[in-house]
C-alpha cells in the first residue's frame, strides 16, 4: 500500500467547473507539497504546506493542509483547459525524503 | 535559463546494454535526487546526494550507480540494462535535505528493446 493516497485517479470536468484532488496519509505529513506534470515534461512546483491548517493560494489554485496535518486537498477553481495534466502529492514523512502520491490525471473538457 | 537541465530528453537502447543520463543544476542547491517514474505514473526516488555524499538509497539494483561530480552535477549509470528500466528518470535538486522544495529535470524517457 501507497504512504500516500491520492483521490480521484483521474478526472474529466467541463471548462469553468470548480474540481477537488484529495491526499491522505495515515502518518504526520512534515511538508506536503503540491506538483504538476504535463505529458512529457518535469514535474512543476505549485506549493507547499507545513502548517496544520494552512492554505495558499496561486491564481485559481488553492492547496490546504488539515489542522492534524495527514490530509491535503488541491481547489481549483473555474477550470480552464490549461490546468489539464497530471497533479501529484509529495510528503516528507520521514524526515529526509519526498514520497509521492499515484497522482490524479485531470482532464477539462472545452 | 534552465534550472534544472537532463540529457538525453530520450534514450532507446537494447537489453544488456550501459548507459548513462546526466543532470546538472545552476540553482546553487545543495542536494540532488534521482526518481522513476514507471508506466503508471508512480514517482518513487531511487538516490539522494547532499554535497556529492549518497545519503538516501532505495533499495535500488547495484547495476545502478549514480556519481556526484561536484554539488552541481549527479549522473545515473546504469549497466545491463533490463527490460523493467524503461521508465522516466528525474532529477531533482534542493538546498536542504529535509522540508525543502525539490525542482525538477524535464526528465529522461528510457525504453530498453
Known amino acids: 500500500s501507497q504512504e500516500l493516497e491520492q483521490s480521484p485517479q483521474s478526472l474529466i470536468v467541463q471548462e469553468g467547473k470548480n474540481l477537488t484532488i484529495n491526499c491522505t496519509s495515515s502518518?504526520?505529513?512534515?511538508?506536503l507539497y503540491w506538483y504538476k506534470q504535463k505529458y512529457g515534461e518535469g514535474l512543476i512546483f505549485l506549493m507547499m504546506?507545513?502548517?496544520?491548517?494552512e492554505e495558499k493560494s496561486h491564481e485559481k489554485i488553492t492547496a490546504k493542509l488539515d489542522e492534524k496535518k495527514q490530509q491535503s486537498s488541491l481547489h481549483i477553481t473555474a477550470s480552464q483547459p490549461s490546468h489539464a495534466g497530471i497533479y501529484l502529492c509529495?510528503?516528507?514523512?520521514?524526515?529526509?525524503?519526498?514520497?509521492f502520491g499515484a497522482g490524479t490525471i485531470l482532464r477539462v473538457k472545452s | 535559463d534552465t534550472a534544472v537541465s537532463q540529457t538525453p530528453k530520450y534514450l532507446v537502447t537494447q537489453m544488456g546494454n550501459d548507459k548513462s543520463i546526466k543532470c546538472e543544476q545552476n540553482l546553487g542547491h545543495d542536494t540532488m535526487y534521482w526518481y522513476k517514474q514507471d508506466s503508471k505514473k508512480f514517482l518513487k526516488i531511487m538516490f539522494s546526494y547532499n554535497n556529492k555524499e549518497l545519503i538516501i538509497n532505495e533499495t535500488v539494483p547495484n547495476r545502478f550507480s549514480p556519481k556526484s561530480p561536484d554539488k552541481a552535477h549527479l549522473n545515473l549509470h546504469i549497466n545491463s540494462l533490463e527490460l523493467g528500466d524503461s521508465a522516466v528518470y528525474f532529477c531533482a535538486s534542493s538546498q536542504w535535505v529535509a522540508q525543502d522544495t525539490q525542482y525538477f529535470g524535464p526528465g529522461t524517457r528510457l525504453t530498453v528493446l
Open positions: 509529495g510528503a516528507d514523512i520521514s524526515g529526509n525524503k519526498l514520497v
Open positions: 502518518k504526520t505529513l512534515y511538508g
Open positions: 504546506l507545513q502548517k496544520g491548517g
